[in-house]
């Protein structure tokens, strides 16, 4: 039998050999040190297996996957006035949604309040992010599984527009496209664009048309025909369903009170007539100013389309449940009827019971006379029409938000009567 055993007369020195100038580290303490590694690597190893095994490492986010049944739509500028209001009614109809905002103009404050309303896993989500950075927006595409975008994230106020025209075409145009080619890379194939009656300027016969000639004389209006140019452009040679629905002058606010419209207060010049009427009614502003009495209307007034958010929620939702794989959309959303910005201020004292100093003032530039919808096409093919459509009522119900939130999303203030 062959024994591999063999003694040695001399114990071998515990030291390094040298050859060459360089140590050779003895084969008993290399040994060791290889064993240390190995013991290493295998203590590794056993760590993240369990890391693995754990709920919160193995089980990826409910948001980063698809699930049958469930519809996760994507809400950009779901902080701001529309789009909080928009997010509120996807949840209540059970879809995921994300809401991605930078908070420039939105509010933190009406997130809280749609999660504290939706706290259940997989609902809601919201990131902070900017749509005008390209790295981050495919971050968000790639780490999430959406099914639609609603985009709603836009500066919007024209008389700004006319101020700082730079700032709307870099923020509605160039950001619409940064988001459309997310959505071209990681295969989502549902947009529901939030457009504008702007886009149509100052047209020579009422009521408007989705065929009525785009003609933006402010570059708010501009932007925005610019963006649905692009995304009509990529649609040629796309298989995405489109809906581009185009409102007009969007009052109002959740009929149960949760969400309403808060403004920044440097933003109260530029900002829709019912923030302005709530600020007089309140007294945070002296008064109320009219700018433009001298249009061709009969009391001289803006007569515009006032559209409840309600309603224009639920057009999006109509729009998002019939949109159609390589097919556009195009859609006004009013009521069809104009009225003028002295009715409009009338029906606002009838609704706040204060009386309102109004001012009368020049033109803004940029404005246009009269402005209404036709709102058939949508009727006929969404199978929507406008429901709260007394002005007056739209205005009490956002009124009783605005007195119950005087300052806003922010810490309550004493309410004035």
């Keep these: 039998?062959?024994?591999?055993?063999?003694?040695?007369?001399?114990?071998?020195?515990?030291?390094?050999?040298?050859?060459?100038?360089?140590?050779?580290?003895?084969?008993?303490?290399?040994?060791?040190?290889?064993?240390?590694?190995?013991?290493?690597?295998?203590?590794?190893?056993?760590?993240?297996?369990?890391?693995?095994?754990?709920?919160?490492?193995?089980?990826?986010?409910?948001?980063?996957?698809?699930?049958?049944?469930?519809?996760?739509?994507?809400?950009?500028?779901?902080?701001?006035?529309?789009?909080s209001h928009a997010a509120l009614r996807l949840l209540k109809d059970s879809h995921r949604v994300t809401i991605v905002d930078n908070l420039s103009r939105g509010n933190l404050g009406a997130i809280k309040v749609l999660q504290e309303l939706f706290p259940e896993p997989g609902r809601l989500q919201f990131l902070f992010a900017d749509l005008g950075d390209p790295k981050a927006v495919n971050k968000i595409f790639s780490e999430n599984a959406f099914d639609a975008v609603m985009h709603f994230a836009a500066v919007a106020y024209v008389g700004e527009s006319t101020l700082d025209p730079l700032k709307y075409y870099h923020n509605i145009t160039s950001n619409t496209l940064v988001v459309l080619e997310a959505m071209a890379v990681h295969g989502v194939k549902t947009l529901i664009y939030s457009s504008t009656c702007a886009t149509y300027g100052e047209p020579e016969k009422m009521p408007i048309t989705e065929e009525t000639p785009q003609i933006p004389i402010n570059p708010y209006g501009k932007a925005k025909k610019m963006a649905e140019d692009i995304i009509l452009d990529f649609h040629k040679n796309s298989k995405m369903a489109v809906m581009i629905l185009r409102y007009f002058n969007v009052i109002g606010s959740d009929p149960e009170g949760r969400l309403g419209e808060a403004p920044r207060p440097e933003l109260r010049e530029h900002g829709r007539i019912s923030g302005a009427c709530f600020d007089a009614a309140r007294e945070i502003t002296?008064?109320?100013?009219?700018?433009?009495?001298?249009?061709?209307?009969?009391?001289?007034?803006?007569?515009?389309?006032?559209?409840?958010?309600?309603?224009?929620?639920?057009a999006h939702v109509k729009a998002l449940e019939k949109a159609m794989p390589g097919k556009v959309g195009i859609y006004n959303v009013g009521t069809g009827k104009g009225k003028s910005v002295k009715e409009f201020v009338e029906a606002c004292k009838k609704a706040t019971g204060a009386t309102i100093k109004v001012e009368f003032l020049p033109r803004r530039p940029g404005d246009y006379a009269e402005v209404y919808s036709d709102p058939s096409k949508i009727l006929r093919d969404l199978n929507w029409t406008a429901k709260y459509t007394n002005l007056q009522d739209s205005l009490q119900v956002a009124w009783r938000w605005q007195k119950s939130h005087v300052n806003g999303y922010g810490p309550a203030l004493a309410t004035t009567d």
């Design 286 to 314: 002296p008064g109320l100013k009219v700018r433009g009495t001298d249009y061709k209307t009969p009391d001289g007034t803006c007569i515009r389309d006032y559209i409840d958010v309600t309603d224009l929620v639920d």
């Design 1 to 83: 039998m062959l024994s591999f055993n063999r003694t040695r007369n001399q114990p071998r020195a515990n030291r390094s050999m040298s050859l060459g100038g360089m140590d050779y580290v003895d084969p008993k303490k290399k040994s060791n040190y290889v064993g240390k590694i190995l013991m290493a690597g295998a203590l590794t190893a056993l760590c993240i297996l369990m890391l693995r095994q754990s709920t919160s490492f193995s089980t990826p986010s409910a948001f980063s996957r698809r699930e049958a049944g469930v519809t996760h739509v994507l809400v950009t500028g779901g902080a701001g006035y529309i789009g």
